[in-house]
């Protein structure tokens, strides 16, 4: 458009003739003022024209570069692939059955962690694994001084001489999106001891034991298949400290209960309120089996409400050395209710017994637990226990075992129960001289009282 502007103002005439009568000077002043404003619009449409043709090359050099860049390669590479732009699609690393996509981040700078970096082992996009630790730790006193310095019957916190270390424990479990996972649980100190399953143990010593190592698979209705080592459904209380109500363990927790089974369990919803479970293992508190037998286990749960539930378990096998003879029964029915918001109670009974070639031989017990909330911080247990072992089956010593045990907590952060503190006082005492006692009559006395501080502190989320 300019370049015709321009050729129609230069075939404009120079001067136009004078109108009749004008005088002729005064006609030659028009036409050179004209002139000279032809010239100058002249030189002004130049520069635009000048201008136009810079801002055409400037639009047109990028395209050019592109075009001129595949060329300036080292020759040999430059193909059909190298000029096509970088594909959209996420990279797949094949893993084996499994696969993991990655998406690659989006204008994030090197310093500026990725929010697409995908969740899973080393970042392959497999399951999660959660770690969860616990670290209990108490200080003992007992009135009887034992010269051995252990509180007699007490399996997680045996120390009678001051402070010690009852639990340390790393919870391992990889639960992911899908229905596979597996689940550890690796323990130290003087309260993990129980859990040593193999044979020849001792000559690994008293520090690390497994508690549970087991791979489970869930299925859509809810039921879940767990085949490992894993802690027993028999009994009420449980080995970690903190999910208790008392910080010491009850003595048929101890004495008349298994701690764990290698093998098969299946647990299945049966109906909304009740629970079935099934269990096939070696035995009891063993990993290698001492017989060819395989003993077996039957539970049925019933949970109506939140407020209470009530579980019957059977287990059943033959225990005995090198033989399949003679059984080893363990039934145990405990339950739970809440009669107020605040006030908790609950119950256990617990009947173990065992035949052999010599005969058959019974231990049997009950408990009964109360709790009440005295704020959302401050709480008051107490426990009372007893067990027949007249044909020394648990204890190998004929005699019937009570306890009772009174329990305060505090937890100092309200909306975080993952730190506790107990204080708690324990009496136990039996029909028979059983106890240690440095200042007894032969060294033992009917009675033993405890006074124990216990500190828990659970890493992992607040749930």
Not at 94 to 103: E, H, V
Not at 161 to 170: D, M, P, T, W
Not at 335 to 356: A, K
Not at 415 to 432: A, G, H, K, N, Q
Request: net charge negative.
């Amino acid at each position: 458009m300019l370049k015709l502007l321009v050729v129609a103002l230069c075939a404009t005439p120079l001067f136009a003739a004078p109108a009749a009568g004008e005088p002729e000077s005064s006609a030659a002043a028009v036409e050179a003022e004209i002139r000279e404003e032809l010239t100058s619009l002249r030189v002004r449409l130049l520069k635009l024209e000048a201008m136009l043709d810079s801002l055409q090359e400037q639009e047109a050099a990028p395209a050019v570069a592109a075009a001129v860049e595949p060329a300036a390669a080292s020759p040999g590479t430059a193909t059909a692939e190298a000029t096509a732009p970088a594909s959209a699609e996420p990279l797949v690393a094949d893993l084996g059955n499994r696969k993991a996509t990655w998406t690659p981040p989006k204008a994030v700078s090197d310093a500026e962690p990725s929010q697409e970096t995908p969740v899973g082992v080393a970042s392959s996009g497999g399951q999660a694994i959660s770690f969860t630790g616990l670290l209990d730790t108490y200080l003992s006193y007992n009135t009887n001084s034992p010269e051995n310095g252990y509180n007699d019957l007490y399996y997680t916190n045996p120390n009678s001489r001051g402070f010690g270390l009852n639990q340390a424990k790393l919870e391992i479990d990889a639960s992911g999106d899908g229905p596979i996972g597996f689940r550890t649980d690796i323990w130290f100190g003087s309260g993990a001891r129980l859990f040593v399953l193999e044979p020849n143990a001792d000559q690994i010593g008293e520090r690390l034991y497994l508690q549970q190592a087991y791979g489970y698979y869930q299925f859509d209705n809810g039921a879940e298949l767990d085949v490992g080592l894993f802690g027993t459904i028999a009994g009420l209380e449980v080995a970690e400290s903190h999910l208790n109500w008392n910080y010491s363990r009850g003595i048929l927790w101890a004495w008349n209960e298994p701690f764990g089974h290698l093998g098969a369990k299946y647990s299945v919803p049966v109906s909304d309120t009740f629970t079935a479970t099934f269990m096939l293992v070696n035995g009891f508190d063993n990993t290698w089996d001492q017989n060819s037998g395989k003993s077996y286990g039957l539970q049925g749960s019933f949970a109506p409400s939140d407020s209470f539930n009530t579980t019957l378990t059977w287990i059943n096998g033959p225990e005995n050395w090198n033989t399949n003879e003679g059984w080893l029964k363990n039934v145990s029915w405990n339950f739970y209710g809440m009669l107020h918001e605040r006030f908790e109670i609950m119950g256990n009974l617990d009947y173990i017994q065992n035949s052999d070639e010599t005969g058959s031989y019974t231990s049997w017990g009950m408990g009964g637990y109360a709790r009440a909330h005295l704020s959302d911080q401050v709480r008051l247990a107490y426990r009372m226990e007893f067990l027949d072992d007249s044909q020394a089956r648990s204890t190998l010593v004929e005699q019937t075992l009570k306890e009772s045990t009174f329990t305060f907590e505090v937890q100092p952060v309200k909306d975080d129960p993952r730190f506790l503190t107990r204080i708690e006082y324990r009496r136990d005492w039996s029909d028979v001289p059983y106890f240690q006692c440095s200042d007894c009559r032969d060294g033992v006395a009917l009675n033993q009282n405890t006074i124990t501080l216990g500190f828990m502190w659970v890493f992992g989320p607040k749930e």
